[in-house]
């Protein structure tokens, strides 16, 4: 459970930055996403989700 708050903490961090560092970019991001279908989004979601859990399983397996 720590290492679970620990990933959503270093989450949180990378995003503030982020968003402190290149807010127009962020905007910018945002605004092009609106365009994207649902689908996509999703697919791209569960694409990444899984990747991070094959990175996290071979560290910690």
Known sequence: MKELIVA???????EGLLYSIFPEQMKGMMEKMKSIP???????GLFFALIGFIIVWSIKG
Request: charged share 5%.
């Open 8 to 14: 959503i903490g270093l989450l949180f961090v990378i």
């Open 38 to 44: 649902a689908s996509n989004l999703r697919t791209g």
